[in-house]
């Protein structure tokens, strides 16, 4: 099922839905997000509605890497990365 209003990109696009819980996080993530831009996308233009949603740059130990690492309101990091 799609969420309400959203047209995907074309038919080999699949969805991920995010479903926020009561818990507190409570061990280290099981799931690790890559968002991946467009082959000449832009990574601001990736992150920034990130931003706008509520995510914070962490620094996880990642060094001067292409990325940029964000964690959700609820701590769970995820990467943005380059172009490929």
Do not use: I
Not at 12 to 21: D, H, N, S, Y
């Amino acid at each position: 099922m799609s969420p309400a209003g959203f047209g995907y990109p074309d038919a080999a696009a699949r969805p991920l839905v995010f479903v926020p819980v009561g818990d507190a996080k409570m061990v280290k993530n099981r799931v690790h997000v890559d968002v991946a831009p467009p082959p000449r996308g832009d990574v601001a233009a990736e992150v920034r509605p990130t931003r706008v949603a509520g995510a914070v740059p962490v620094d996880v130990g990642q060094g001067d890497v292409k990325r940029v690492v964000l964690a959700d309101p609820e701590g769970n990091e995820f990467c943005v990365l380059t172009p490929r």
